[in-house]
């Protein structure tokens, strides 16, 4: 039997699945069709149907030729060639579509976790803050400064991290 999780943990799981019911909600029956799609063409039927196809289309056409009656379609197989790329187009299509928006989910994500980190830099600043005043306060600890708590206090500026992140890639990479 598995230990029930904690409340807050609970909660955090509750809110992102939440986070994508609504998501999936909010698809229109369209959107919901492409997802649809999108999950039996990447399917073994799907592959396993496409080649059959395919061989019986071949095996047709060869039978045809070599019995002596005209193919419907000759080599080197025009016709199943157009018929594949316009298929791939189509394929193409509905796999851009569902991927753009299944992003605005992985963005929604994405702002969740910064959003978290954001508090829980707050929450780890406030922290150390509380405890370096409870070491000046207390009279039974020794008061000391400590440079890299004095640090971890402040918190930082997610604007100005990205720079830096940005400006560090562009010297690593060499792109400007």
Do not use: C
Not at 91 to 106: D, G, H, K, M, Y
Request: proline share 6%.
């Amino acid at each position: 039997m598995k230990e029930p999780l904690p409340l807050h943990v609970e909660d955090t799981v509750r809110s992102v699945a939440e986070i994508q019911a609504e998501h999936h909600r909010r698809a229109t029956p369209f959107e919901q069709r492409m997802r649809s799609a999108v999950g039996f063409v990447g399917s073994a039927p799907f592959v396993v149907g496409v080649t059959a196809g395919i061989t019986v289309w071949l095996a047709v056409n060869l039978v045809l030729r070599l019995s002596g009656h005209r193919p419907i379609d000759p080599l080197p197989f025009y016709g199943l060639q157009g018929v594949i790329t316009v298929a791939a187009f189509y394929v193409t299509l509905i796999i851009l579509a569902t991927q753009r928006r299944e992003s605005r989910l992985s963005e929604a994500r994405a702002q969740l976790t910064l959003q978290v980190a954001a508090q829980t830099e707050l929450k780890a600043s406030k922290t150390i803050e509380l405890i370096m005043e409870l070491r000046r306060d207390a009279p039974a600890m020794p008061n000391r400064s400590d440079e890299a708590a004095e640090e971890m206090t402040k918190t930082s500026d997610p604007k100005h991290v990205l720079d830096a992140l940005a400006e560090a890639q562009e010297r690593l990479t060499g792109d400007d």
